[in-house]
């Protein structure tokens, strides 16, 4: 095995401290260490090593909880977080107008916080369409009661001419005049019943003018109608005294960029600002077209930090999978996307989630095997010819025990391992590496010993 300078040095450092330790432990008669035992002695020719918590503390020790996992039947592919494509909304000027911001940068908003104020000349012109609107209804509505008003005007007469009438003929008289009112009269009928149906339509017309105005200054405002049309203290509706109108979030988000600055004049159709939805995210990963075959009908992943050991394995988020619609010839990989089914609750969402943050997606491709005790990959070390890793003693916690590693499959981050453990032990991890260099001389294992509260190790005299 070749062994680089650095790792060298530090080998030869640390059984520098160790041979040190030694001495100055052996020689009762001089005057104390400067480091003390923190914990006492194993017994000789023991593969236990003491680690109290300021050992612990000097050398970064982590541990990580054994996990059954299919580790023959995991692959892992690489990808990175991005926003789904509706995850974003833009913002734009539908007037020309000066803005004046109302938010800052990454901040959250909820639908209908007010994010800025848009003061626009044109908005002058649309408030006189509204008005003009406005006014045109009841216009047409008293236009309405004119021609009703007439058409009972003639019918009123029609019937008094009729009793006239009847009442000349009973007498055994006839009026030629009257009776040429009264044919006049209705004549005019079908003329007075048309003119009340046009004055209708002008009134339903004037209607439907003033919906259109009110839904126009609503788009073009960003400001909801029911807000433009609410009635202030005197009766008139809000759009009349409006010098500017505030464009509001239409749903929850976070501030993502803010493309102009404050009290800037901007034409239509500039973007003010972005916003983004947090739970709206997926992860993106491209895999070989030849385990597109291992693919099919799996629908479950899981998602995992791009690290290894404990904090890998508590952070890892489950996920729905897909496999894209188009693939990538010149690089023989297909992408694959997996959604997080757990982001959106604040209970299971993952600090460490952002877009653009690499991770593995890793997806068991075969059920029916049996779950294996595997640790991660970074817990196991080589020592020579041998591959040890250090497990935690459950009886006690300041102490690990030395095991030379049975290992069985591995995908890169967990490895089986097939002898020396329980479902229910923890290994070491950052530090593995550390204890190994003080626990071997020459190459060979150092049978027990402990640690100093500086992080030296001294093992047990024969």
């Known amino acids: 095995m070749t062994t680089t300078p650095s790792i060298t040095r530090l080998a030869l450092a640390l059984v520098a401290c160790a041979l040190a330790c030694a001495l100055g432990c052996s020689d009762e008669s001089a005057s104390p260490p400067v480091t003390t035992h923190e914990a006492a002695a194993s017994p000789a020719n023991s593969n236990r090593i003491a680690i ?30 991005e926003w789904q494509p509706r995850a974003r909304r833009e913002y734009r000027l539908s007037l020309a107008g000066s803005v004046e911001l109302m938010v800052d940068q990454l901040q959250p908003v909820k639908a209908g916080d007010a994010l800025y104020r848009l003061r626009s000349p044109e908005w002058l012109t649309i408030q006189e369409e509204l008005v003009d609107a406005e006014q045109g209804i009841p216009a047409a509505a008293a236009a309405v009661e004119v021609s009703r008003a007439a ?84 009766g008139s509706p809000r759009y009349r005294s409006m010098e500017f109108f505030e464009v509001v979030a239409a749903a929850d988000g976070v501030i993502e960029s803010i493309a102009t600055t404050d009290g800037a004049f901007g034409e239509v159709p500039t973007v003010v600002l972005t916003t983004v939805d947090p739970s709206m995210i997926r992860f993106r990963a491209r895999a070989p077209q030849a385990d597109l075959r291992l693919f099919a009908g799996v629908t479950d992943a899981r998602i995992v930090p791009a690290g290894a050991g404990a904090a890998a394995a508590a952070d890892s988020i489950p996920a729905t999978m897909m496999i894209g619609l188009d693939a990538q010839p010149g690089e023989r990989t297909i992408d694959v996307f997996a959604t997080p089914t757990g982001t959106q609750d604040s209970e299971t969402a993952r600090s460490w989630v952002r877009a653009g943050v690499s991770a593995f997606l890793e997806v068991v491709v075969d059920g029916s095997g049996a779950p294996m005790l595997a640790i991660p990959k970074a817990a196991v070390v080589r020592d020579g010819l041998k591959h040890v890793f250090f497990r935690r003693d459950p009886s006690d916690p300041n102490t690990v025990v030395r095991v030379e590693a049975d290992l069985g499959a591995d995908d890169g981050q967990w490895v089986v391992i097939n002898s020396g453990l329980a479902p229910t032990d923890t290994v070491v991890v950052d530090g593995a590496y550390e204890l190994m260099l003080a626990s071997a001389q020459g190459g060979t294992q150092q049978e027990g010993g402990h640690f100093h509260a500086d992080g030296t190790f001294h093992g047990e005299p024969d």
Request: aromatic fraction near 2%; hydrophobic fraction near 45%.
């Open 52 to 81: 109290p918590a300021t050992v612990r503390a000097n050398l970064g020790l982590t541990f990580a909880p054994v996990e059954r996992r299919q580790v023959e039947a995991t692959v892992r592919i690489p990808g990175a977080f």
């Open 151 to 234: 058409l009972a005007e003639a019918s009123a007469r029609i019937e008094a001419a009729q009793t006239r009438l009847k009442a000349l003929e009973q007498a055994g008289v006839r009026n030629a005049e009257l009776e040429e009112r009264m044919g006049e009269l209705r004549a005019s009928m079908p003329r007075l019943e048309a003119a009340l149906k046009q004055d209708e339509v002008a009134h339903l017309s004037a209607g439907a003018a003033m919906e259109h105005a009110v839904n126009h200054a609503a788009a073009v405002s960003g400001v909801a109608r029911t807000i433009l049309m609410e009635r202030d203290g005197e």
